[in-house]
């Protein structure tokens, strides 16, 4: 979880700068006469069965909006079928949205044309795909040469380029060899170095390690944290792994029939559940790997403010719960050399059992202001709107961006969120 | 027409009726059963019964032969002929010419080092080997002069071929409109025999090589252009889509990724064109190809096996010898580059280029262009008394098992004489409702159609004897092919060590052109129907072997493992298990082994087997070129009837969907 501590400080002040891509009610409805599914709000609102049987059409992607923000790794996760795919796709037009808009960097993507895709696709996104794509006939060092070979580089140049980023993937040696003599995890590190040699703005992933053994599927999410943290590059990860998707992303949108269900930090998705599908999906999660100390914390008595270990808020639980099991007393969590709170044994395995509720989330959102009256405030009756108004911070990047995040307004609105804890247990 | 009711009226029936009936078979032959009561008294009483109606034959010969005669005037006068046809004929002409002096000029040293080096830089060092002694036994044979004639032809013709194919290969394989339209013709032109395609380009060229090589490229050019649609549209689409998604444009997609990821289906098309194009150029002596094939044919006009068999060797070694090197391209690709070797990519092209020019300059300056006479052997005449001595002592009389011609006249008058009877005698409605009858149960009701359609032509052409006499022919041949095929596939689908010991007999026999199949069995057998059918026989034997053997080997592996896990038997095996699993390979075999017997049945009338394929060589030899139309138009047809009647793909295909 180192990434997500030092992503998300790039997340803080990238968040001055303008996102870049901002997708606004994309559609993509495929069969015949698609055009008209987005536009009739009768058809809109049918599902995926009765919108088939009607029309005969299939709506992949509906109404979907978010931001890319520079810099992070926004993961798009869902099950098979659910259109992240060809989300992914519409991106770089490589399947034509039925409707919508998609900016790069303010710039609009739709109305761009055959050239300007072009230069698109040549220099500002990269894709790496689940099926590696490679030219089997090339070697290796000229599969990673490709995409500047088109682009008109000249031999010697792409040629030395490209060996710089083979290395960069860790296939020294491996230069000459044709994709049919390497594993998988190799070939999609060659996918990998493809579309890193073209030095592109943003980097696509479409489900890259799906294909891979698991333990070759570990090594290769720690090659993306280690280039993410070295480069800083934005990157669009889609996945159908739910640990994949907490170990990778700084935010997440979880998408189910074409539409974004639920879309904010790790923390966020485990911690407060949209609805009861994205409860059901994270149910399994540890979810003291992934909830931080600054959801787990309440205000701090007077005698716990000057002693106990202390621990930084972006810390997961399980550092906490190492913490208080070693020293047997109440974590502080410093921010700066301020105490904002303190984390014990009941707040503790209150995460870990899942009956913490929305608590942790009404009481961030007074973090700032040091509230002691959040706590009065009670866990089960916080006003999720007013908190989501009031945060700056972790929960402000769910909702922060305002109406283009549908899925997230959703979330915020509902009352899914607080959690009555005979529920879980039930 | 009665055809076309018989089959256009079930069509739209099948639904009620096939509610009706539960047995889609029995169904099937109820309808037809139906139609055919109401149909055939009224057929009856309009026309009489047995041979086909004179009535309803057109009689083509006339405006045939009045076309092929204002041709014949106009050839020289005819802008037609002066601005397009002329020009083709003259290119084709100065090609072959050009190619063949190049070959002359190169002498015999420098052919064989070009063969050599060519293999050696396609294929490695032992095909190389093989193709500078079967290069030489060539010469050795007396053979050099004819080999060079045939081997101008085949490159001009191979070339044209290639590039005719691509074309027709790249439009079909971006466009999908252009594939639909250009997919049934090619599948439709594999299926004719190579004599239809003889006679049109003879109408319009006249007898000699400029009609002898476009009918090769129109022969050899549909598996070129097929296989290259098939690869174009195969390519990988996760590759197509990567490619791109890094930007790239039309041409540089085509360029970098999708040809380069068809090179396998081109190089199979480049074999298959090549093998075709040795085929056709053997067989297109008939039109004044010259070569080879023209010493083969003229000696098997006056039944000169040894001669036969002196220009037959060489066709075949040259068969092996381009089909080994072609496929073995084909499978390097596959394979790994070997690291670090020397000789890599345009070096080593450019080392056996230079090594070419140096030995055929050395031969030059040594004064040795031409073939050396002494160095040549005369097989013809040992052959000949070895023949001489066959006919003397296995033709007949032989104790017990009698003699080859025995057997040939005993198969004629037991087996193809009642068959041809039995069919000639059969009202003409019957053979087109069995002919439907059959189409349908194995088909669905389009083949049916077409089949019956074809069939209606041919005695609307006026030659339905002779053509139910080829295709009685076809029967006993077909017959006899399946029973030893699917007997022999199958024991070699049961035992490796005789799959093992077949495969490489298998491959020799597949790469033979036709024509050569016809040289043993006139020695064994003598002339007529009965050698035309052993020929056909043994020329479709392998592809059947081949197919049911693969058909059988590659049933499910768990469901044999289930059936054997029940304990049973080999026999319930094969019978339970393999056999039904593996119909659409046996249903495969079957349309193989029909269009491979008409093929070769046809030409059998240039041995005495008569009936169409007579037709067309008599039109050749008499320049009656409407008599020979008429036959090339019943091969045609009765070519796409046998193909529909045993096409089973289209049922399975909806099976799946």
Same mark, same amino acid.
């Given at each position: 979880?180192?990434?997500?501590?030092?992503?998300?400080?790039?997340?803080?002040?990238?968040?001055?700068?303008?996102?870049?891509?901002?997708?606004?009610?994309?559609?993509?409805?495929?069969?015949?006469?698609?055009?008209?599914?987005?536009? $009739?709000?009768?058809?809109?609102?049918?599902?995926?069965?009765?919108?088939?049987?009607?029309?005969?059409?299939?709506?992949?992607?509906?109404?979907?909006?978010?931001?890319?923000?520079?810099?992070?790794?926004?993961?798009?996760?869902?099950?098979?079928?659910?259109?992240?795919?060809?989300?992914?796709?519409?991106?770089?037009?490589?399947?034509?949205?039925?409707?919508?808009?998609?900016?790069?960097?303010?710039?609009?993507?739709?109305?761009? $044309?055959?050239?300007?895709?072009?230069?698109?696709?040549?220099?500002?996104?990269?894709?790496?795909?689940?099926?590696?794509? @490679?030219?089997?006939?090339?070697?290796? @060092?000229?599969?990673?040469?490709?995409?500047?070979?088109?682009?008109?580089?000249?031999?010697?140049?792409?040629?030395?380029?490209?060996?710089?980023?083979?290395?960069?993937?860790?296939?020294?040696?491996?230069?000459? !060899?044709?994709?049919?003599?390497?594993?998988?995890?190799?070939?999609?590190?060659?996918?990998?170095?493809?579309?890193?040699?073209?030095?592109?703005?943003?980097?696509?992933?479409?489900?890259?390690?799906?294909?891979?053994?698991?333990?070759?599927?570990? $090594?290769?999410?720690?090659?993306?944290?280690? @280039?993410?943290?070295?480069?800083?590059?934005?990157?669009?990860?889609?996945?159908?792994?739910?640990?994949?998707?907490?170990?990778?992303?700084?935010?997440?949108?979880?998408?189910?029939?074409?539409?974004?269900?639920?879309?904010?930090?790790?923390?966020?998705?485990?911690?407060?559940?949209?609805?009861?599908?994205?409860?059901?999906?994270?149910?399994?999660?540890?979810?003291?790997?992934?909830?931080?100390?600054?959801?787990?914390?309440?205000?701090?008595?007077?005698?716990?403010?000057?002693?106990?270990?202390?621990?930084?808020?972006?810390?997961?639980?399980?550092?906490?719960?190492?913490?208080?099991? !070693?020293?047997?007393?109440?974590?502080?969590?410093?921010?700066?050399?301020?105490? @904002?709170?303190?984390?014990?044994?009941?707040?503790?395995?209150?995460?870990?059992?899942?009956?913490?509720?929305?608590?942790?989330?009404?009481?961030?959102?007074?973090?700032?202001?040091?509230?002691?009256?959040?706590?009065?405030?009670?866990?089960?009756?916080?006003?999720?709107?007013?908190?989501?108004?009031?945060?700056?911070?972790?929960?402000?990047?769910?909702?922060?961006?305002?109406?283009?995040?549908?899925?997230?307004?959703?979330?915020?609105?509902?009352?899914?969120?607080?959690?009555?804890?005979?529920?879980?247990?039930? | 027409?009665?055809?076309?009711?018989?089959?256009?009226?079930?069509?739209?029936?099948?639904?009620?009726?096939?509610?009706?009936?539960?047995?889609?078979?029995?169904?099937?032959?109820?309808?037809?059963?139906?139609?055919?009561?109401?149909?055939?008294?009224?057929?009856?009483?309009?026309?009489?019964?047995?041979?086909?109606?004179?009535?309803?034959?057109?009689?083509? &010969?006339?405006?045939?032969?009045?076309?092929?005669?204002?041709?014949?005037?106009?050839?020289?006068?005819?802008?037609?002929?002066?601005?397009?046809?002329?020009?083709?004929?003259?290119?084709?002409?100065?090609?072959?010419?050009?190619?063949?002096?190049?070959?002359?000029?190169?002498?015999?040293?420098?052919?064989?080092?070009?063969?050599?080096?060519?293999?050696?830089?396609?294929?490695?060092?032992?095909?190389?080997?093989?193709?500078?002694?079967?290069?030489?036994?060539?010469?050795?044979?007396?053979?050099?002069?004819?080999?060079?004639?045939?081997?101008?032809?085949?490159?001009?013709?191979?070339?044209?071929?290639?590039?005719?194919?691509?074309?027709?290969?790249?439009?079909?394989?971006?466009?999908?409109?252009?594939?639909?339209?250009?997919?049934?013709?090619?599948?439709?032109?594999?299926?004719?025999?190579?004599?239809?395609?003889?006679?049109?380009?003879?109408?319009?060229?006249?007898?000699?090589?400029?009609?002898?090589?476009?009918?090769?490229?129109?022969?050899?050019?549909?598996?070129?252009?097929?296989?290259?649609?098939?690869?174009?549209?195969?390519?990988?689409?996760?590759?197509?889509?990567?490619?791109?998604?890094?930007?790239? &444009?039309?041409?540089?997609?085509?360029?970098?990724?999708?040809?380069?990821?068809?090179?396998?289906?081109?190089?199979?098309?480049?074999?298959?064109?090549?093998?075709?194009?040795?085929?056709?150029?053997?067989?297109?002596?008939?039109?004044?190809?010259?070569?080879?094939?023209?010493?083969?044919?003229?000696?098997? /006009?006056?039944?000169?096996?040894?001669?036969?068999?002196?220009?037959?060797?060489?066709?075949?070694?040259?068969?092996?010898?381009?089909?080994? &090197?072609?496929?073995?391209?084909?499978?390097?690709?596959?394979?790994?580059?070997?690291?670090?070797?020397?000789?890599?990519?345009?070096?080593?092209?450019?080392?056996?280029?230079?090594? &070419?020019?140096?030995?055929?300059?050395?031969?030059?300056?040594?004064?040795?262009?031409?073939?050396?006479?002494?160095?040549?052997?005369?097989?013809?005449?040992?052959?000949?008394?070895?023949?001489?001595?066959?006919?003397?002592?296995?033709?007949?009389?032989?104790?017990?098992?009698?003699?080859?011609?025995?057997?040939?006249?005993?198969?004629?008058?037991? =087996?193809?004489?009642?068959?041809?009877?039995?069919?000639?005698?059969?009202?003409?409605?019957? +053979?087109?409702?069995?002919?439907?009858?059959?189409?349908?149960?194995?088909?669905?009701?389009?083949?049916?159609?077409?089949?019956?359609?074809?069939?209606?032509?041919?005695?609307?052409?006026?030659?339905?004897?002779?053509?139910?006499?080829?295709?009685?022919?076809?029967?006993?041949?077909?017959?006899?092919?399946?029973?030893?095929?699917?007997? +022999?596939?199958?024991?070699?689908?049961?035992?490796?060590?005789?799959?093992?010991?077949?495969?490489?007999?298998?491959?020799?026999?597949?790469?033979?052109?036709?024509?050569?199949?016809?040289?043993?069995? +006139?020695?064994?057998?003598?002339?007529?129907? /009965?050698?035309?059918?052993?020929?056909?026989?043994?020329?479709?034997?392998?592809?059947?072997?081949?197919?049911?053997?693969?058909?059988?080997?590659? +049933?499910?592996?768990?469901?044999?493992?289930?059936?054997?896990?029940?304990?049973?038997?080999?026999?319930?095996?094969?019978?339970?298990?393999?056999?039904?699993?593996?119909?659409?390979?046996?249903?495969?075999?079957?349309?193989?082994?029909? =269009?491979?017997?008409?093929?070769?049945?046809?030409?059998?009338?240039?041995?005495?087997?008569?009936?169409?394929?007579?037709?067309?060589?008599?039109?050749?030899?008499?320049?009656?070129?409407?008599?020979?139309?008429?036959?090339?138009?019943?091969?045609?047809?009765?070519?796409?009837?046998?193909?529909?009647?045993?096409?089973?793909?289209?049922?399975?295909?909806?099976?799946?969907?």
């Amino acid at each position: 979880m180192s990434t997500n501590t030092t992503a998300n400080a790039e997340v803080t002040d990238a968040q001055a700068g303008s996102p870049v891509f901002s997708v606004n009610n994309l559609w993509k409805v495929f069969g015949p006469k698609a055009d008209r599914v987005p536009g $009739d709000a009768e058809l809109a609102a049918l599902s995926a069965a009765e919108l088939r049987a009607r029309t005969g059409c299939t709506a992949a992607v509906r109404d979907v909006s978010f931001d890319v923000r520079r810099g992070e790794v926004f993961v798009v996760m869902g099950l098979s079928g659910s259109g992240k795919s060809t989300l992914v796709r519409c991106l770089t037009r490589l399947i034509e949205p039925t409707s919508g808009g998609i900016s790069i960097d303010g710039e609009d993507v739709l109305g761009m $044309d055959k050239g300007r895709l072009r230069e698109l696709r040549r220099h500002r996104a990269a894709m790496v795909f689940q099926h590696f794509g @490679l030219l089997p006939h090339r070697t290796v @060092l000229d599969n990673v040469a490709y995409g500047l070979e088109i682009q008109g580089v000249g031999r010697a140049e792409r040629r030395a380029k490209a060996a710089e980023v083979v290395a960069k993937v860790g296939l020294d040696g491996l230069e000459q !060899r044709r994709p049919g003599q390497l594993s998988g995890g190799q070939q999609q590190r060659v996918g990998l170095a493809r579309a890193l040699a073209v030095d592109p703005e943003v980097l696509l992933f479409d489900e890259p390690f799906s294909a891979l053994d698991p333990l070759i599927r570990r $090594d290769m999410q720690e090659e993306v944290i280690r @280039l993410h943290r070295e480069e800083g590059r934005t990157m669009v990860f889609i996945t159908h792994d739910l640990s994949e998707a907490l170990r990778l992303g700084d935010r997440i949108a979880l998408m189910r029939d074409g539409r974004i269900v639920q879309l904010g930090t790790p923390e966020e998705i485990v911690g407060s559940p949209a609805d009861g599908y994205v409860r059901e999906f994270v149910r399994d999660v540890p979810r003291e790997q992934v909830m931080t100390v600054r959801r787990a914390m309440r205000p701090a008595d007077a005698d716990e403010e000057g002693r106990g270990p202390a621990i930084a808020p972006g810390a997961t639980v399980s550092e906490a719960i190492e913490a208080v099991a !070693r020293t047997g007393f109440a974590v502080r969590v410093m921010d700066e050399g301020r105490c @904002l709170g303190v984390v014990d044994h009941a707040r503790l395995l209150g995460v870990v059992a899942g009956t913490d509720g929305s608590a942790g989330e009404g009481f961030s959102g007074e973090a700032d202001v040091a509230g002691a009256d959040a706590s009065g405030s009670g866990s089960d009756s916080a006003d999720a709107s007013a908190s989501a108004s009031a945060s700056v911070s972790v929960s402000g990047s769910g909702s922060g961006s305002g109406s283009a995040v549908a899925g997230a307004d959703a979330g915020a609105d509902a009352p899914a969120p607080v959690t009555p804890p005979g529920e879980e247990v039930a | 027409m009665a055809a076309a009711s018989t089959a256009t009226a079930p069509a739209a029936d099948t639904p009620r009726f096939g509610a009706l009936l539960r047995n889609r078979v029995l169904g099937k032959l109820l309808l037809l059963a139906v139609v055919a009561a109401v149909l055939v008294p009224i057929v009856n009483a309009r026309w009489a019964s047995g041979s086909w109606p004179h009535a309803l034959t057109v009689d083509l &010969t006339g405006p045939l032969g009045k076309t092929s005669d204002w041709i014949i005037d106009n050839r020289d006068s005819h802008p037609l002929f002066l601005y397009f046809f002329g020009h083709i004929s003259n290119a084709v002409v100065v090609s072959v010419r050009g190619v063949y002096l190049v070959l002359l000029a190169a002498g015999w040293a420098g052919v064989t080092a070009a063969a050599g080096l060519i293999a050696w830089r396609v294929a490695g060092l032992k095909l190389a080997a093989s193709a500078v002694v079967a290069i030489l036994v060539c010469g050795w044979f007396g053979m050099w002069v004819p080999t060079m004639q045939t081997l101008a032809l085949m490159i001009v013709a191979v070339l044209a071929s290639v590039v005719l194919g691509m074309l027709l290969g790249l439009a079909a394989g971006l466009s999908d409109r252009t594939y639909r339209a250009l997919r049934p013709v090619l599948d439709t032109m594999q299926v004719f025999p190579a004599y239809a395609y003889l006679l049109p380009v003879v109408l319009v060229f006249g007898i000699g090589v400029p009609a002898a090589v476009l009918a090769t490229v129109v022969y050899a050019a549909p598996p070129m252009a097929r296989l290259t649609a098939l690869g174009l549209r195969g390519a990988d689409g996760g590759v197509m889509e990567a490619v791109a998604s890094l930007g790239a &444009t039309a041409r540089q997609r085509l360029l970098t990724a999708r040809l380069p990821l068809a090179r396998k289906q081109l190089l199979l098309g480049l074999n298959q064109t090549i093998m075709m194009a040795l085929s056709m150029a053997v067989i297109a002596s008939v039109i004044g190809a010259g070569g080879l094939g023209d010493r083969v044919y003229q000696a098997l /006009a006056s039944v000169d096996v040894g001669a036969a068999l002196a220009a037959g060797i060489p066709i075949v070694l040259l068969a092996v010898i381009l089909d080994r &090197t072609t496929a073995a391209a084909g499978e390097r690709l596959g394979a790994a580059e070997p690291d670090g070797r020397r000789l890599h990519g345009p070096y080593g092209w450019g080392v056996a280029a230079v090594l &070419t020019v140096v030995v055929a300059l050395v031969a030059r300056l040594a004064g040795r262009i031409d073939w050396p006479d002494t160095w040549t052997v005369n097989i013809a005449d040992p052959v000949n008394s070895a023949v001489d001595w066959m006919t003397d002592h296995l033709y007949s009389g032989v104790p017990y098992i009698g003699g080859t011609a025995d057997w040939a006249g005993h198969f004629t008058t037991w =087996v193809l004489d009642p068959l041809r009877d039995g069919l000639q005698w059969l009202p003409w409605w019957s +053979v087109l409702l069995i002919v439907a009858a059959l189409a349908w149960l194995i088909g669905t009701w389009r083949t049916a159609v077409t089949a019956v359609l074809a069939m209606a032509a041919i005695g609307v052409l006026g030659v339905w004897k002779p053509s139910l006499d080829t295709l009685s022919q076809v029967l006993a041949a077909v017959a006899v092919t399946l029973v030893v095929g699917f007997a +022999v596939g199958i024991a070699a689908a049961r035992s490796g060590r005789l799959e093992r010991l077949l495969r490489p007999v298998l491959d020799v026999f597949q790469t033979m052109p036709q024509f050569v199949y016809l040289i043993p069995v +006139v020695a064994l057998f003598g002339v007529g129907r /009965a050698p035309a059918v052993a020929a056909a026989v043994v020329y479709a034997l392998p592809a059947v072997i081949r197919i049911t053997t693969q058909g059988l080997r590659e +049933v499910d592996g768990a469901a044999m493992e289930s059936a054997r896990s029940m304990g049973a038997t080999s026999g319930q095996q094969l019978r339970q298990v393999q056999l039904p699993l593996a119909r659409p390979a046996l249903l495969l075999a079957v349309n193989q082994g029909v =269009v491979l017997v008409l093929a070769v049945v046809i030409i059998g009338g240039l041995v005495g087997g008569g009936a169409l394929g007579y037709e067309v060589v008599f039109g050749l030899a008499q320049g009656d070129l409407a008599t020979g139309l008429v036959g090339g138009a019943a091969i045609v047809c009765l070519g796409l009837m046998l193909d529909r009647v045993t096409q089973p793909t289209e049922r399975r295909a909806k099976k799946g969907a």
